[in-house]
T-cell receptor, first 112, second 115 residues
Framework: QKEVEQNSGPLSVPEGAIASLNCTYS??????FFWYRQYSGKSPELIMS????GDKEDGRFTAQLNKASQYVSLLIRDSQPSDSATYLC????????????FGKGTTLSVSS | GAVVSQHPSRVICKSGTSVKIECRSL??????MFWYRQFPKQSLMLMAT?????????EQGVEKDKFLINHASLTLSTLTVTSAHPEDSSFYIC???????????FGSGTRLTVV
């Protein structure tokens, strides 16, 4: 079963706060994990990829991966109104070849 | 960086006609192309995976005779929606990967509206 699950939200945070986005996946053999941001009517934009357990930081973004618990999360520090978008978790599973399987996405709203 | 050019960005067609969507990799060789569609407020759903020179592999529930995928060269893949119906109206997105597996590059998407 190739499933990637996310809370659809909306997740609302004030400007400057930390936004926490979570994702779980069902295929224990999954290898690669990605977070994308998608604005309405646009194609997804890669934020981060993570392959190993632990944290990976890139600017205001931190991805966290826990393969034992089968979850991956994205933290956005100092959230800005421009961060308001839908965040998609994507997983390369062992059952879908090299394709990415996407979650439904979490809509984030950052209020100023 | 890697770029995939997808055209057209928007298309409106009459029910029963066919529409072709093109994705070109501009600065790399796309050995694998993935085709997704996205309905409003939904996520990207994988339709098919195609490797250059091979027949596409379709996901369960996707009609291969309706959604024709051609990947005859390393820089061009096309998706043809045949005999389109209003329920085919969606956002179609391609994603390319090179042989080194260095990442996934997405096209800008095609908004198809069937009237």
């Amino acid at each position: 079963q190739k499933e990637v699950e996310q809370n659809s939200g909306p997740l609302s945070v004030p400007e400057g706060a930390i936004a926490s986005l979570n994702c779980t996946y069902s295929d224990r053999g999954s290898q690669s994990f990605f977070w994308y941001r998608q604005y309405s009517g646009k194609s997804p934009e890669l934020i981060m990829s993570i392959y190993s357990n632990g944290d990976k930081e890139d600017g205001r973004f931190t991805a966290q991966l826990n393969k034992a618990s089968q979850y991956v999360s994205l933290l956005i520090r100092d959230s800005q109104p421009s961060d308001s978008a839908t965040y998609l978790c994507a997983v390369r599973t062992s059952q879908a070849g090299t394709a990415l399987i996407f979650g439904k996405g979490t809509t984030l709203s950052v209020s100023s | 960086g890697a770029v995939v050019s997808q055209h057209p960005s928007r298309v409106i067609c009459k029910s029963g006609t066919s529409v072709k969507i093109e994705c070109r990799s501009l600065d790399f060789q796309a050995t694998t192309m993935f085709w997704y569609r996205q309905f409003p407020k939904q996520s990207l759903m994988l339709m098919a995976t195609s490797n250059e020179g091979s027949k596409a592999t379709y996901e369960q529930g996707v009609e291969k005779d309706k959604f024709l995928i051609n990947h005859a060269s390393l820089t061009l893949s096309t998706l043809t929606v045949t005999s389109a119906h209003p329920e085919d109206s969606s956002f179609y997105i391609c994603s390319a990967r090179d042989s080194a597996g260095s990442g996934y590059t997405f096209g800008s998407g095609t908004r198809l509206t069937v009237v």
